[in-house]
């Protein structure tokens, strides 16, 4: 296991540590440290796994009429032509 100069990395990380608490890290990280290789050791065995994918959509089993809702949406838009929504350009040629 690397040394690790607590003081140091506290001093960047601008931070106050009594002596006591020196101590007390400087035996503390390197158990975490390794504790961390053993997870990425153990993670790297197991291998990556892609996650089990599903259809989460449902079965449109009861579709509204066309149209049925179109004026309402036209209606409540700020800006419409030729009975559509009209929108901002923000993409130009």
Do not use: C, W, Y
């Not at 003081?7 to 002596?19: G, H, M, R």
């Not at 790297?44 to 066309?66: C, L, Q, W, Y």
């Amino acid at each position: 296991m690397t040394q690790i100069d607590v003081a140091a990395l506290a001093k960047l990380a601008k931070l106050e540590v009594s002596a006591d608490e020196l101590a007390k890290l400087e035996k503390e990280i390197p158990e975490i440290l390794g504790f961390v290789e053993t997870i990425q050791a153990v993670a790297a065995e197991a291998g990556h796994k892609s996650p089990v994918h599903r259809n989460i959509m449902r079965e449109d089993a009861n579709p509204h009429e066309t149209g049925l809702h179109t004026r309402t949406l036209l209606d409540a838009a700020p800006a419409q032509k030729d009975d559509q929504v009209a929108v901002k350009q923000v993409i130009s040629k």
